[in-house]
């Protein structure tokens, strides 16, 4: 007979069906947590909304007032702005040779900034950078002249969010070494932004249902009202 863990034992006794309070689900999950590493916060939110229509398909950046914990690479695209993105941290920085990189496979890096300039010779790796979420787009503030600020947030914990086809947006807000009530201001800030965002078209009830999870954790189903 195969042998039932421990960890697996208590996550069966969890009621699948309690909807917690957002800071009584963080408390809980801490209890799943590894010893081995930090762990993240995930959050799974589900809106009432139809992303085949164009103007109801919610994509945005925002920027945690906690940041995420993660560190991230950020590769510039640009000729005439290389001095700054370098003073403002970039950790990777070239015009059409990095292109040329990026085409043979190094894809070394987590978010990418590109000067306007760039985007033509962009599209050389559109396919690359697309299915990964890395292309630049200027509605999401990664195509600018503003390096440095673009640079900085990113570096500051800044996400991205997007609804994926079934309404349900997908984040990370930090991680498990966190205080809790920081957790809590994260997901409270993404919660807000998004109803913020609301398309005009989108009826009926808007937030249908929220679940929290660690990385190896159980998923907790979250009361946002």
């Known amino acids: 007979m195969k042998k039932v863990t421990k960890r697996k034992q208590t996550w069966a ?6 909807v917690y309070v957002l800071t009584d689900a963080v408390e809980t999950l801490r209890g799943f947590c590894s010893s081995k590493f930090d762990e993240s916060l995930e959050i799974a939110i589900k809106l009432g909304i139809d992303v085949a229509k164009a103007d109801q398909n919610i994509r945005g950046m925002l920027s945690l007032p906690n940041g995420t914990g993660k560190k991230v690479r950020v590769a510039v695209f640009t000729v005439n702005s290389q001095d700054e993105a370098k003073k403002a941290g970039a950790d990777v920085i070239g015009g059409e040779e990095l292109i040329d990189k990026v085409a043979n496979g190094f894809l070394d890096f987590d978010r990418v900034i590109a000067t ?11 396919r690359v950078l697309g299915p990964k979420g890395l292309m630049p787009n200027p509605k999401l503030g990664t195509v600018t002249n503003n390096i440095a600020e673009a640079v900085a947030n990113a570096k500051a914990g800044q996400i991205e969010y997007r609804a994926e086809k079934n309404g349900i947006i997908h984040a990370g807000i930090g ?12 997901a409270n800030a993404l919660i807000e932004q998004l109803k913020k965002v609301k398309p005009a078209s989108a009826k009926g009830q808007y937030i249908l ?8 954790g159980p998923g907790l189903k979250v009361d946002v009202k």
Do not use: I, R
């Open 13 to 18: 006794s969890l009621d699948a069906n309690k």
């Open 175 to 186: 991680k498990m070494s966190f205080a809790t009530d920081k957790l809590v201001e994260n």
């Open 116 to 126: 306007p300039d760039m985007m033509p010779k962009m599209s050389k790796v559109a």
């Open 209 to 216: 249902g929220c679940s929290v999870a660690t990385t190896q």
